[in-house]
């Protein structure tokens, strides 16, 4: 089970941390994402990390300014938000998969959290 929060609302500019908390014993094996869905749009990816979090991808629309993490210790993973612009805007979900390597489409996870709302004002 994942547990998204950390949305709100800000300021163009302006910076968010999300978190998302996994529930059960096998976090530190798992591939996690992070995926946003602005409305009326598809769900895009925007972050992955690899189970140890020594490697991560990142769309080309975040680079440099999103920085994902995790806490294995804690079952969490992070997505630090800098920079945001009103393009940004949508519901935030974080997903778990037990597939290796750069999982960037929302179809290779199996686990996803209930998304958290982020607003981004111009």
């Known amino acids: 089970q994942l547990q998204a929060s950390g949305g709100g609302l800000v300021q163009a500019g302006g910076s968010l941390r999300l978190s998302c908390a996994f529930t059960g014993r096998t976090f530190g094996s798992l591939v996690m994402g992070w995926f946003r869905q602005a409305p009326g749009q598809k769900r895009d990816f925007v972050a992955s990390i690899s189970a140890s979090g020594g490697t991560t991808y990142y769309a080309d629309s975040v680079k440099g300014r999103f920085t994902i993490s995790r806490n294995n210790a804690k079952n969490t993973v992070y997505l630090q938000m800098n920079s945001l612009e009103p393009e940004d805007t949508g519901v935030y979900y974080c997903?778990?998969?037990?597939?290796?390597?750069?999982?960037?489409?929302?179809?290779?996870?199996?686990?996803w959290g209930q998304g958290t709302l982020v607003t981004v004002s111009s």
């Open positions: 997903a778990a998969t037990g597939l290796i390597g750069p999982r960037i489409r929302d179809e290779e996870y199996n686990s």
